[in-house]
């Protein structure tokens, strides 16, 4: 929206502005020296894929947080945000009015979504962190973004798109979550920090599963299919556990 009232020069400027709370707060948080217990020894930081990999191994027994590392990983590799990027081309697709304008409307959906969901989960406590629960969220995104990937209808756009921030939204805290209450004491600063690496880090590879393939066969058949793939591989994942589930006598471990 931004970019649209004021330009994009401008609209660039003003986004970063909105981080300098943020960074202000950071500079000003307590950590380290200041949070460390008397005596106790500093905790080693991962200092590379080798201390990721360790950790991995480390907490293998753990289908919990495995699961949703994978999930984390597998959405980021796919998908990511790459599709962000290519919302002009969308806007200017779906030809509905002003480009500038249909572009900052389909940001403004998506993020609207994830508004909604993050309000809603936490004011009203909704949606239990599960594994399964995460996984079925992360599937039917799958499907939001497929349905805005083919849609040439503007409203439907909006809709699938709005729906896809909220679920979005959703399964990624729930997974964070998931992560950070069954990561042991000891480990979970390496724990978190795999799954933000898996999280964050492999989101270079989608683009080019979005970005460069929708510069050869188009931003709709890229999107669609990879968010196909995605599906199907959440879709192994969730039967995995599953099964799992089945041959435990207990189930999977509860999430608290």
């Known amino acids: 929206m931004a970019d649209a009232a004021v330009g994009p020069s401008y609209g660039i400027v ?10 202000v707060w950071l500079w000003r948080a ?10 106790e020894a500093p905790r080693p930081a991962i200092g590379g894929l080798a201390d990721a990999f360790a950790t991995l191994r480390s907490i293998r027994g753990n289908n919990i947080i495995l699961s949703m590392t994978m999930l984390a990983g597998a959405v980021s590799f796919f998908v990511g945000n790459a599709y962000q990027a290519q919302m002009p081309n969308f806007a200017t697709d779906l030809g509905h009015g002003n480009a500038g304008f249909s572009y900052a409307a ?24 599960r594994v399964g629960t995460a996984l079925i969220l992360s599937m039917l995104w799958c499907v ?7 849609t040439h209808s503007y409203g439907l ?14 399964f990624s805290a729930m997974a964070q979550a998931l992560v950070q209450i069954n990561a042991p004491p000891e480990l979970r600063g390496h724990v978190i920090g ?6 964050m880090g492999l989101r270079f590879v989608s683009g080019f599963t979005v970005g460069i393939l929708g510069g050869l066969v188009g931003v709709h058949v890229s999107l669609s299919s990879a968010a196909a793939v995605l599906l199907l ?17 207990a189930g999977i471990p509860p999430a608290h």
Request: proline share 5%; with cysteine; hydrophobic share 60%.
């Open 14 to 23: 003003l986004n970063a502005l909105f981080y300098l709370p943020m960074l």
């Open 157 to 170: 756009a909006l809709f699938t798109l709005f729906c896809a921030g909220f679920l979005e939204l959703s």
């Open 233 to 249: 591989v959440i879709a192994a994942l969730y039967a995995w556990q599953a099964k799992l589930a089945r041959n435990s006598p």
């Open 106 to 129: 389909l940001a403004a959906a998506d993020a609207a979504g994830a508004l909604i969901g993050a309000v809603m989960l936490e004011a009203h406590g909704l949606l239990a962190p």
């Open 194 to 199: 795999v799954y933000a690496m898996a999280s």
């Open 144 to 150: 939001a973004l497929g349905g805005f990937a083919l």
């Open 30 to 39: 307590p950590f380290g020296l200041r949070l460390r217990r008397h005596g």
